[in-house]
């Protein structure tokens, strides 16, 4: 099947720093990606809708200038976490779909200090 | 609007005994379903998935029927392995719509 990949895979900051999430699509093109988020022992919750060439999708509640998307290639997705606080610590997966099924990054964990 | 929900865990099994999570979906549309499996620290694998209703979905022992009848989407194995133990996950999309995750199941085989 197809592959995506997310980098880094872990890192931590500290708290009122920003960090960068890279997402690709490593064999396909993807004009659009999703970004989750997971809580510990919670199920993914759809943050965005990152689209190529255009404005991302954001979900109800989350915070457009807080977690801003680029959608710069049609196979890089990017999620930077702006001023991070020890709360945006979390586990952020990225996804891309292809006609008939939706491709997962390994994820990244995020843990502000 | 579109939901999924799944039998909440966590649930605790012998090797070797039938595993069945139990999965209900909103008949919003026509949806495809899904399986993923997440294992401990690891991100999300496609455990299987069916498109139309009636079909069935298999994948490493794992199998799952698309029941339009009772909107559901029951996950269900035979004899399950210490290594089977991981979270699953039930979902459903519409086209390429992001995907509507249930809560999860925790799953824990013993031996």
């Known amino acids: 099947g197809a592959v995506v990949s997310q980098h880094p895979s872990w890192v931590i900051c500290k708290s009122g720093t920003s960090v960068k999430i890279e997402c690709r699509s490593l064999d396909f093109q993807a004009t659009t990606m999703f970004w989750y988020r997971q809580f510990p022992k919670q199920s993914l919750m759809l943050m965005a809708t990152?689209?190529?060439?255009?404005?991302?999708?954001?979900e109800q509640g989350v915070e457009k200038d807080k977690f801003l998307i680029n959608h710069a290639s049609l196979t890089l997705s990017t999620l930077t976490v702006t001023s991070a606080h020890p709360e945006d610590s979390s586990f952020y997966i990225c996804?891309?779909?292809?006609?008939?099924?939706?491709?997962f990054g390994p994820g990244t964990r995020l843990t502000v200090l | 609007g579109n939901s999924v929900t799944q039998m909440e865990g966590p649930v605790t099994l012998s090797e070797e005994a039938f595993l069945t999570i139990n999965c209900t979906y909103t008949a919003t549309g026509y949806p495809s379903l899904f399986w993923y499996v997440q294992y401990p620290g690891e991100g999300l694998q496609l455990l299987l998935k069916?498109?139309?209703?009636?079909d069935k979905g298999s994948n490493k022992g794992f199998e799952a029927t698309y029941r339009k009848e009772t909107t559901s989407f029951h996950l269900e194995k035979g004899s399950v392995q210490v290594s089977d133990s991981a979270v699953y996950f039930c979902a459903r999309s519409t086209g390429n719509t992001p995907l509507v995750f249930g809560k999860g199941t925790r799953l824990s085989v013993i031996a």
């Open positions: 996804s891309a779909p292809t006609w008939d099924e939706q491709f």
């Open positions: 069916a498109t139309k209703a009636d």
């Open positions: 990152s689209n190529e060439g255009s404005k991302a999708t954001y």
